[in-house]
């Protein structure tokens, strides 16, 4: 019995890291995770505002989306250096699910995304990264910076438009350049 308790508890040490940390965490750990948290929170609030905008949801999902990961991955992540929080890319794929269904999509899709992920995790399916290859990845992410940065050309010429997807905003763009302000 004793041994199957021990077993249980390495278990859960593996699944929930938290548990074999912070029996052990001090004073002096927490002042240098409080700067750094606070320095991240700093560049982290404002991001996650604009990706928000970049989503075409109201500005609190950003904030949300800034700091549950965080708190998520405290007690359930195995890397101390990691940062999470959102992306351009996720705000681009987002958006599309945004326009159909307004925040409730998006507070679905990112459900099902966590649901997708715990179940990669369980059955350690992380090895499928590696059928990616480095050019697709490369292309992708290009691509994404391309469309962050026509998506934001609107709010920074002042333009007031409604598009749907990249071509329709680069062609509302031209349409109503003239109103630039």
Do not use: H
């Amino acid at each position: 019995m004793n041994c199957s308790k021990e077993y249980f508890i390495g278990v859960l040490k593996k699944y929930i890291p938290i548990l074999s940390w912070l029996p052990n965490y001090s004073v002096e750990t927490f002042k240098g995770d409080f700067i750094a948290g606070f320095t991240v929170g700093l560049t982290v609030v404002p991001q996650g505002l604009a990706l928000a905008q970049l989503a075409n949801l109201p500005p609190q999902y950003g904030l949300y989306t800034a700091f549950m990961g965080s708190f998520v991955y405290a007690v359930f992540g195995t890397c101390k250096d990691l940062v999470i929080g959102p992306t351009s890319v996720m705000a681009l794929m987002t958006a599309q699910y945004v326009q159909i269904g307004g925040p409730a999509y998006a507070a679905l899709l990112t459900f099902l995304s966590g649901c997708f992920q715990l179940i990669l995790g369980i059955f350690n399916l992380g090895f499928l990264m590696d059928f990616i290859s480095a050019p697709v990845l490369s292309g992708f992410t290009s691509a994404a910076a391309i469309i962050t940065a026509i998506m934001q050309l609107k709010g920074i010429l002042g333009l007031k438009f409604e598009s749907r997807g990249f071509l329709n905003t680069v062609y509302e763009f031209f349409r109503n350049i003239s109103q630039t302000k």
